[in-house]
């Protein structure tokens, strides 16, 4: 079974990611089921508070995760992302865009990436070009940003701390586990809140099953 690996550190913005994983984990509204599953890792296995205060156990410590088993990395922002630790996790991720495996950045961790050089040569987005700017003094990428809420180049999906819904539905897309059409819907209610389109996605979703029958 494939991993949707999610780092959680200490002061980590819980609503940066919820939407992208609670789709991911309940697969409620896949096209059909997938073989992957929701986990989380930290730099080791003790207790991790969020922003919101929410306490979490880490499910493996980074020297237990791996791009051979991942369907994708998850990488939230948080207030601490300036710390040296984190450094092994952008190795991480490294690895992972190099193994082809897609990674997923939100927030204070697209600044950590815009430190180490990762996003020079891609398109990619944050929240701000200036923000990157003032934040990353060897950034080298400004050619490459966009300003758009949800960016995604080749397997690196990036988004500003206001995009939790643009950036689930980036991810969503490059998983490939909706349908266009069923997408389109899910991302017409979450982030247009048009009631239209949760009767088209319920339709949409009934026409798959019988079409399964």
Known sequence: MKKIYTYVLNTMADWEIGMAIAELNTQRFFSEAQDFEVKTFALNKNPVKTMGGVTIMPDYAIREVTAEDA??????GAENWPEPEHGQVLELARGFLAADVPV?????????????????????TSNGLEYLKMTCPNYRGASHYK?????????????????SVAFAYQILKKLKVMSPKRLEYWNGYFEEHSLDTVINLLNEMESGKNEGN
């Open 104 to 124: 997923a950045a939100i927030c204070g961790a697209t600044e950590a990436m815009a430190r180490t050089g990762m996003f020079d040569n891609v398109e990619h």
């Open 147 to 163: 300003d758009e809420l949800a960016v995604t180049d080749g397997n690196l999906i990036t988004a500003g701390s206001s995009s």
């Open 71 to 76: 369907a994708l990395l998850i990488l939230p």
